[in-house]
């Protein structure tokens, strides 16, 4: 089972836990857009009733109204049942490192809004440590991302803009900001990151998910394997 394949394998795992009637988060990504794709297919069938996807960017609102995917805003619903996201790193506790598709502070909106939030990856995601591989992306309010590459400095780690592959100059978030690309040694305590980063003025968001996942679903060469709390 290659990477591609194991993708397809926790998105599908994945539609067990909807049912009729869900609100569910709507992730970005590669993994997740299986889901999406798999999950239109389930409403188109008639399998699926009354089911709304709360889009975590324009990417995944996009791909859900291609796939018959009924389409609401986060302050249209009272409650989001479910959420469903992939992620950049997992370690052994759960905790994530999310954000390399620059749509992380919507993402922690609604999946920290969220009943239930499963997390899909394959099994290249696991990791012994956050920052094992994948630096923290942090949405800044572009003014100020050089004092705040700046600072970040402090914890002992480097900050990089992030710079866009089809235009010129850095990439721009949904909101209109800018992202810094933070390369920590290694990450020990998650939760205390990620409050300290979100304490420097002029940080919007960080990509560290800690003590959020409920269920991991992982994809590996021998099928999909379960992590949950």
Same mark, same amino acid.
């Given at each position: 089972m290659n990477v591609?394949?194991?993708?397809?394998?926790? &998105?599908?795992?994945?539609?067990?836990l909807i049912e009729d009637e869900m609100v569910i988060g709507l992730g970005t990504g590669s993994t997740t857009a299986y889901f999406i794709r798999y999950l239109g297919?389930?409403?188109?069938?008639?399998?699926?009733?009354?089911?709304?996807?709360?889009?975590?960017?324009?990417?995944?609102?996009?791909? &859900?109204?291609?796939?018959?995917?009924?389409?609401?805003?986060l302050d249209e619903v009272d409650a989001i049942d479910i959420a469903v996201d992939g992620a950049d790193e997992v370690d052994p506790q759960m905790n994530l490192i999310?954000?390399?598709? &620059?749509?992380?502070?919507m993402e922690k909106i609604i999946e920290y809004r969220a009943g239930m939030f499963v997390v899909l990856v394959d099994e290249t995601k696991l990791v012994e440590w956050l920052g094992q591989k994948m630096p923290v992306p942090i949405e800044v309010i572009p003014v100020a991302w050089r004092a705040i590459a700046e600072e970040i400095e402090v914890f002992n780690a480097t900050a990089e803009l992030r710079m866009a592959e089809k235009k010129d100059g850095p990439v721009v978030t949904d909101n209109g900001n800018f992202i810094l690309d933070a390369k920590f040694h290694r990450i020990e305590d998650p939760l205390d990151l990620e409050?300290?980063?979100?304490?420097?003025?002029?940080?919007?968001?960080?990509?560290?998910?800690a003590d959020i996942a409920d269920l991991v679903l992982v994809g590996t060469k021998d099928g999909v394997k379960r992590m949950e709390r």
């Open positions: 591609e394949e194991m993708k397809k394998a926790v &998105a599908k795992e994945a539609l067990n297919k389930l409403i188109m069938e008639g399998e699926l009733e009354e089911v709304y996807g709360v889009p975590t960017s324009y990417q995944a609102r996009l791909l &859900a109204l291609e796939a018959g995917v009924p389409v609401v805003s999310k954000g390399r598709g &620059a749509a992380l502070t409050i300290e980063l979100n304490n420097i003025p002029g940080v919007v968001e960080n990509g560290i998910f």
